[in-house]
């Protein structure tokens, strides 16, 4: 009965094809022109540089600018037509929306009938 070193080898003691380490050759791992997808890109081979750091903080900088910018086009009511329209799509498909002037006073009317917590 052979033992399991023998069975990931055919006879001239190279690695089988179904062996795990198919991708590790008998002189050690592939280069990196041999990898799947090429070479590294310089940008990603230098893990080191100030570029990766700079480049988190700008992109971390970036997503709080457009949390920002959501939340206040939310509060002040910028996206309340755009709204209304998906809504009315979604739920009154065979009903005409209003038109967004038609909206605006309607809202505008509601809000003057019905102050609720405003201060003004």
Same mark, same amino acid.
């Given at each position: *009965?052979?033992? &399991? &070193? *023998?069975?990931? !080898? @055919?006879?001239?003691?190279?690695? &089988?094809? =179904?062996?795990?380490?198919? @991708?590790? +050759?008998?002189? =050690?791992?592939?280069?990196?022109?041999?990898?799947?997808? =090429?070479?590294?890109?310089?940008?990603?081979? /230098?893990? =080191? &540089?100030?570029?990766?750091?700079?480049?988190?903080? $700008?992109?971390?900088?970036?997503?709080?600018?457009?949390?920002?910018? #959501?939340?206040?086009?939310? $509060? *002040?009511? @910028?996206?309340?037509?755009?709204?209304?329209?998906?809504?009315?799509?979604?739920?009154?498909? @065979? +009903?005409?929306? $209003?038109?967004? /002037?038609?909206? #605006?006073?309607?809202? *505008?009317?509601?809000?003057? !009938?019905?102050?609720?917590? /405003?201060?003004?």
């Amino acid at each position: *009965m052979p033992n &399991s &070193s *023998m069975s990931l !080898r @055919d006879s001239g003691g190279a690695p &089988s094809a =179904g062996a795990c380490g198919a @991708d590790v +050759e008998e002189f =050690g791992p592939r280069p990196a022109s041999a990898r799947p997808g =090429g070479p590294r890109p310089p940008e990603q081979a /230098r893990s =080191g &540089s100030a570029a990766g750091p700079t480049r988190r903080a $700008l992109a971390g900088a970036a997503r709080a600018g457009r949390a920002v910018r #959501w939340y206040v086009t939310n $509060l *002040m009511g @910028d996206t309340a037509y755009a709204t209304y329209v998906a809504h009315h799509r979604r739920h009154h498909p @065979d +009903e005409p929306a $209003l038109t967004e /002037r038609q909206f #605006w006073r309607q809202r *505008m009317d509601d809000q003057d !009938r019905n102050p609720g917590a /405003r201060c003004c």
